[in-house]
């Protein structure tokens, strides 16, 4: 796991969209995407559910994300 998967899941998660996130992170959607997914195969589980509607945390990846958000805060201090 890398501190961008973190970024970059905590965006999705902000926008819930891959489209507005890979956008607002400078990258592509594929590649936001492959990194997502990849995430979730390191995790185990699945963090976001995907739909039209956009992508909504799982109830594992609410908590995921929450502490992902803590790492990402205190490495920045």
């Known amino acids: 796991m890398r501190f961008n998967q973190l970024e970059y899941a905590l965006e999705v998660m902000q926008t819930n969209?891959?489209?507005?996130?890979?956008?607002n992170l400078f990258i592509t959607k594929t590649a936001l995407s492959e990194s997502i997914i990849q995430l979730e195969?390191?995790?185990?589980?699945?963090?976001?559910?995907?739909?039209?509607?956009?992508?909504?945390?799982t109830e594992e990846g609410e908590i995921f994300l929450k502490d992902a958000y803590e790492i990402?805060?205190?490495s920045l201090e």
Do not use: I
Request: no cysteine; glycine share 8%; net charge positive.
């Open 17 to 23: 969209s891959l489209s507005k996130a890979s956008e």
């Open 41 to 57: 195969k390191e995790l185990g589980f699945q963090v976001f559910r995907r739909s039209r509607a956009g992508m909504q945390p």
């Open 72 to 74: 990402l805060k205190y």
